[in-house]
């Protein structure tokens, strides 16, 4: 198969400069961008043009979808921001959601903590906070997941795009 190459932000909470910049350095350059929420920007917003977003316990505006499943020809994204499903207290919920949808991937927000991992056959990924990180890792971050016939690769860059090394997981498929 083609190496796939997906862009995976979140939890921008009003920096639209930060969502802009990113899609204007990946666009066109990757298979797929996507936004897991909470970005307290309008759903209107032509910003949107070319990624995939989903609605935040942060997003009053009521145009943006819960969950999105997006479909590549080699694998499938499922996508939430996650307070939906409880993921403060379980996984379950977001396990259950990513198995309904036959998922290879599954990703989600909400907690401001990168996070990659696998359960099952679906590798869930967390790709932090662009603008207001927690927990240990101080580090605004967003995600680059890589998809090869051989494994899935999830790395985290800085706003000043550099590459975050510590929390690169690979998984093979
Ligand atoms: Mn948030």
Known sequence: MATRT???MS???GDREIVKEIKGRYQGKVDAIFHNGDSE?????????GI??????CDYDSGYPNRLITQFPEFTVAQTHGHLY?????WDRL???AQEADADICLYGHLHRPAAWRN???VFVNPGSVLQP????NEKLYAKITVTSEEIKVEYFTRQHELYPALTEVFNR
């Not at 409880?86 to 379980?90: K, L, Q, S, V």
């Not at 927690?134 to 890792?137: E, L, M, N, P, S």
């Open 52 to 57: 995939y977003v989903v609605a935040g316990n």
């Open 134 to 137: 927690r927990g240990d890792i």
């Open 95 to 97: 396990d259950l959601f």
């Open 86 to 90: 409880n993921i403060n207290f379980t």
């Open 41 to 49: 920007l309008s759903s209107k917003d032509d910003i949107w043009d």
């Open 6 to 8: 997906l862009i995976v």
């Open 11 to 13: 939890d921008s909470h």
């Open 120 to 122: 099952g056959k679906t």
